[in-house]
């Protein structure tokens, strides 16, 4: 079955960084879209960046510029680096990829922006 393993959330200041990590099973990894979205308390979920089979990618225009998608194919892993860290990007991060018309999400993890 599909399973997704995030990692790489923490507490950081405001101008900080953090990469997160997706570890990712079940799935033609190589063959698949990938996404990261993100959850604030109170928020409905929002996409964040999306990188294609073909490793094309997208951002969300809250953190282009600031945030990197990017992926390890040899080692089904997904990537989220995140740079200049705002108090707004406080939320639960989590990794997503659609297999067969079906929508799988990994766990979640917590980044705090918070000086």
């Known amino acids: 079955q599909v399973n997704f393993v995030e990692s790489g959330g923490g507490l950081v200041q405001p101008g900080e960084s953090l990469t997160l990590s997706c570890a990712a099973s079940g799935f033609p990894f190589s063959l698949s879209d990938l996404s990261w979205y993100r959850q604030a308390p109170g928020k409905e979920r929002e996409w964040v960046a999306t990188?294609?089979?073909?490793?094309?990618?997208g951002y969300a225009g809250s953190v282009k510029g600031r945030f990197t998608i990017s992926r390890d194919n040899a080692k089904n892993t997904l990537y989220l680096q995140m740079n200049s860290l705002k108090p707004e990007d406080t939320a639960a991060y989590f990794c997503?990829?659609?297999?067969?018309?079906?929508?799988?999400w990994g766990q979640g993890t917590q980044v705090t922006v918070s000086s």
């Open positions: 997503k990829t659609n297999h067969f018309g079906i929508n799988y």
């Open positions: 990188i294609t089979r073909i490793s094309t990618t």
